[in-house]
T-cell receptor
Framework: DAGVIQSPRHEVTEMGQEVTLRCKPI?????LFWYRQTMMRGLELLIY????????DSGMPEDRFSAKMPNASFSTLKIQPSEPRDSAVYFC???????????????FGQGTRLTVV | KQEVTQIPAALSVPEGENLVLNCSFT??????LQWFRQDPGKGLTSLLL?????REQTSGRLNASLDKSSGRSTLYIAASQPGDSATYLC??????????FGTGTRLQVTL
């Protein structure tokens, strides 16, 4: 398996534009996580899914952020409209949580570096 | 709410030295603890995972320990090398199945 795949790797956009980040989890994994990383706040969990269903979106900063997982192999994180303070690296991760909870090793994608100017 | 803290925030050691990175968490109801490495501008690479029933895990020059009752974990790196320079992050998986990350330790190994 190629691991967790995120696209694009880099995104530069103007304030007010819509941004869509994409993630393909590892095949067979039933948990998918979206994180945001900044120098000031470190890694923050935005939202996570279990079997394509959003479980906890309490980390989503505001209504401008939305995430979907239409099927087990694809998820999107959308920001509309984008603002300069959204500039960060956004990571997607997946894990297998069905079998033994203690062994739910999480694997991360390479991240999308978003710059909003 | 789970809070994870890592000490020190930054560390610089000469090549060949053994070192210990610390991680503490406030809620001991965890399923596992995972140590990650992050190189500048890169993603996170999983180094070791310790299940809540385990006391330690080893991989090469790395050894991670877990004391769940006291809310502590350590990552021991033996015979450090310049290639070990990176940021090391610990994360715990709680009953909600989500990972909570620590603040990270930035390690620099000098020649």
């Amino acid at each position: 398996d190629a691991g967790v795949i995120q696209s694009p790797r880099h995104e530069v956009t103007e304030m007010g534009q819509e941004v869509t980040l994409r993630c393909k989890p590892i095949s067979g994994h039933d948990y998918l996580f979206w994180y945001r990383q900044t120098m000031m706040r470190g890694l923050e969990l935005l939202i996570y899914f279990n079997n394509n269903v959003p479980i906890d979106d309490s980390g989503m900063p505001e209504d401008r952020f939305s995430a979907k997982m239409p099927n087990a192999s694809f998820s999107t994180l959308k920001i509309q409209p984008s603002e300069p303070r959204d500039s960060a690296v956004y990571f997607c991760a997946s894990s297998l949580g069905r079998v033994i909870r203690g062994n739910t090793e999480a694997f991360f994608g390479q991240g999308t570096r978003l710059t909003v100017v | 709410k789970q809070e994870v803290t890592q000490i020190p925030a930054a560390l610089s050691v000469p090549e060949g030295e053994n070192l210990v990175l610390n991680c503490s968490f406030t809620d001991s109801a965890i399923y596992n603890l995972q140590w990650f490495r992050q190189d500048p501008g890169k993603g996170l690479t999983s180094l070791l995972l310790i299940q809540s029933s385990q006391r330690e895990q080893t991989s090469g020059r790395l050894n991670a320990s877990l004391d769940k009752s006291s809310g502590r974990s350590t990552l021991y790196i033996a015979a450090s090398q310049p290639g070990d320079s990176a940021t090391y992050l610990c994360a715990v998986t709680g009953t909600a199945s989500k990972l909570t990350f620590g603040t990270g330790t930035r390690l620099q190994v000098t020649l």
